[in-house]
Nanobody, 128 residues
Framework: QVQLVESGGGSVQAGESLRLSCKVS????????LGWLRQAPGKEREGLAA???????TYAGSVKGRFTMSRDYVNNILYLQMNFLKPEDTAMYYC??????????????????????WGQGTHVTVSS
């Protein structure tokens, strides 16, 4: 059974950093792509980053160069390091898993509809 539990959200000032964590269970390296997504108030959910089973990582243009996705395979934790945060980064952040999506270098991450399993989310607020 796939379970995803996010943590690490909070309130920060513009320009500061946060690291989100997602405890992953029921997922092995070779059977699921893992992603970070967010949903801002009044906006559609968007994919931010995705880690494929071959270790390919892809980022959305809006966060490329500021956000870094990584995974601790020993402890099964997915991370999203967020630097130089902006007020427009304010959103609910989710980690998710997909058994069918795939990530291609230099291409946008999979769309939210391609994910089967979701965490409950962790909220990030960035003040100007």
């Amino acid at each position: 059974q796939v379970q995803l539990v996010e943590s690490g959200g909070g309130s920060v000032q513009a320009g500061e950093s946060l690291r989100l964590s997602c405890k992953v269970s029921g997922v092995t390296k070779n059977n699921y792509l893992l992603g970070w997504l967010r949903q801002a108030p009044g906006k559609e959910r968007e994919g931010l980053a995705a880690l494929d089973t071959d270790d390919t990582i892809t980022y959305a243009g809006s966060v490329k160069g500021r956000f870094t996705m990584s995974r601790d395979y020993v402890n099964n934790i997915l991370y999203l390091q967020m630097n130089f945060l902006k007020p427009e980064d304010t959103a609910m952040y989710y980690c998710a898993a997909s058994s069918t999506a795939w990530a291609r270098p230099e291409s946008p991450p999979p769309s939210p509809s391609e994910y089967e399993y979701w965490g409950q989310g962790t909220h990030v607020t960035v003040s100007s």
